[in-house]
Structures are given as C-alpha cells and as structure tokens.
Nanobody, 124 residues
Framework: QVQLVESGGGLVQTGGSLTLSCAAS????????MGWFRQAPGKEREFVTG????????SYADSVKGRFTISRDNAKNTVYLQMNSLKPEDTAVYYC?????????????????WGQGTQVTVSS
C-alpha cells in the first residue's frame, strides 16, 4: 500500500474555489491509479474523480464535471483536486485513494490505500 495524506480543505462560500492535495509515500506512486471520493453526513462514500497512471483520461462524476479538475505530478508523488464553482452540496469529507491497477474505477472497493480525509464545507 501507499500512504496518503490530504490537505487543503476548509470553509468556502458558494461559488468559491479550493485545491486539495494528496501526498503519497511508501510505494511507487506512479504505479497507482488515484482517485478522490467524498462522504457527506448520512450518505455513502461516492466517487468524485479518478486519474490514470500517466495522468491521462481522467474520469469525473456527473455532479462535478466542468467544475472539478484532477491532476497528478508523479515526480512529486502528489495528486491534486482543483474545485471551482463550489456548491453547498459539495460539502463533505474528501478522501484521496490509490489503487494498484491500470484503469480508473468508480468503486471504492477497488482502491486499497486511503487517506484520513479532509473536510470541505461550502456555505450558502
């Protein structure tokens, strides 16, 4: 497994932006498909976005398409989530996840490494 640590969460107003970072250590980061999931109170954890090994062909949930952008820097062992035009319904704990695989999957069970999560709160 790879160890993951998220940062960058916080409180932002509707329409604002935040950038989350996830720093990886312990294994070969470039061998891991990376994803972001989120979990709001009382709801199940849901897929937000994922990115392939070389950074190409990202996948997004319909709810965030056009607003969120995932990227990765394999030299820095870091994956990023740029979030724009934030809405109150984006409020959740955001988790970084890594999976030793070659395709981006939207199922949480496919990922074997998880960060501790970072809170994002969007006020109306």
């Amino acid at each position: 497994q790879v160890q993951l640590v998220e940062s960058g969460g916080g409180l932002v107003q509707t329409g604002g932006s935040l950038t989350l970072s996830c720093a990886a250590s312990g294994r070969t980061f470039s061998a891991y498909v990376m994803g972001w999931f989120r979990q709001a109170p009382g709801k199940e954890r849901e897929f937000v976005t994922g990115i392939s090994l070389n950074g190409g062909r990202p996948s997004y949930a319909d709810s965030v398409k056009g607003r969120f952008t995932i990227s990765r820097d394999n030299a820095k062992n870091t994956v990023y989530l740029q979030m724009n035009s934030l809405k109150p319904e984006d409020t959740a704990v955001y988790y970084c996840a890594g999976g030793l695989m070659v395709l981006v999957f939207t199922t949480a069970a496919r990922y074997d490494s998880w960060g501790q999560g970072t809170q994002v709160t969007v006020s109306s």
